[in-house]
């Protein structure tokens, strides 16, 4: 028995869709890009932000809890105005 040579039978034809968008110059159908992996994955939280947010609930739990004339004090030094800025700075505080 002998092979049957290919014919126009064999090759799965272009719809009226495909051939119509091919004559006005695009592409049939979309072309498929690649996405990283990393891409697809879910965001996490970052750990040490969550771990920063936990400290700074404590902190200023901590100061509520201290004498208003320790407050004072404290609001008047330079590590307050630290403590403030990374607050600010992580979101924590507006």
Do not use: C
């Not at 002998?2 to 126009?8: D, G, K, T």
């Not at 498929?32 to 750990?47: A, I, R």
């Amino acid at each position: 028995m002998e092979a049957a040579e290919p014919n126009e039978y064999d090759e799965p034809r272009e719809g009226w869709w495909t051939r119509f968008k091919k004559s006005l110059g695009k592409p049939a159908e979309p072309e498929m890009q690649e996405v990283p992996e990393q891409d697809l994955q879910m965001p996490t939280t970052n750990p040490t932000e969550e771990d920063m947010k936990e400290v700074a609930r404590i902190a200023l739990t901590v100061l509520r809890k201290m004498p208003p004339e320790l407050v004072k004090e404290f609001k008047s030094t330079p590590d307050y105005e630290k403590f403030k800025e990374l607050l600010r700075k992580h979101n924590m505080i507006k």
